[in-house]
């Protein structure tokens, strides 16, 4: 069975760090395309930060220039989502997603992830 889990999430002041996990069991991470995607309630989804799979492209939505990064220990099988200077309006519940489909580059709209985790919820607040 294909799986994507998240895992990291909690509490944390504003200005706070967090780091995310993403490991994925029945396939090998290094082989996809991965984006960290976020949903705050009654909001859409957005598309934070993703990363191709051959490593060569990373984008991120503007809102986490600076602050965010997505890195990959194939040994684990793991993608990470380091968190840093978190704000209030971080606060959302994050997810993972993986392609095979798209290669070579990444976008941060949901459109051709196909395999999604269940999410880790992050927030911000003192």
């Known amino acids: 069975q294909l799986q994507l889990v998240e895992s990291g999430g909690g509490l944390v002041q504003p200005g706070g760090s967090l780091k995310l996990s993403c490991t994925a069991s029945g396939f090998t991470l290094d082989y996809y395309t991965i984006g960290w995607f976020r949903q705050a309630p009654g909001k859409e989804r957005e598309g934070v930060i993703c990363?191709?799979?051959?490593?060569?492209?990373?984008r991120f939505a503007d809102s986490v220039k600076g602050r965010f990064t997505i890195s990959r220990d194939n040994a684990k099988n793991t993608v990470y989502l380091q968190m840093n200077s978190l704000k209030p309006e971080d606060s959302a519940r994050y997810f993972c997603?993986?392609?095979?489909?798209?290669?070579?580059?990444?976008?941060?709209?949901?459109?051709?992830?196909?395999?999604w985790g269940q999410g880790t919820q992050v927030t911000v607040s003192s």
């Open positions: 997603a993986a392609t095979s489909t798209i290669v070579g580059t990444c976008y941060l709209t949901h459109v051709g992830y196909g395999y």
């Open positions: 990363i191709s799979s051959n490593d060569r492209s990373t």
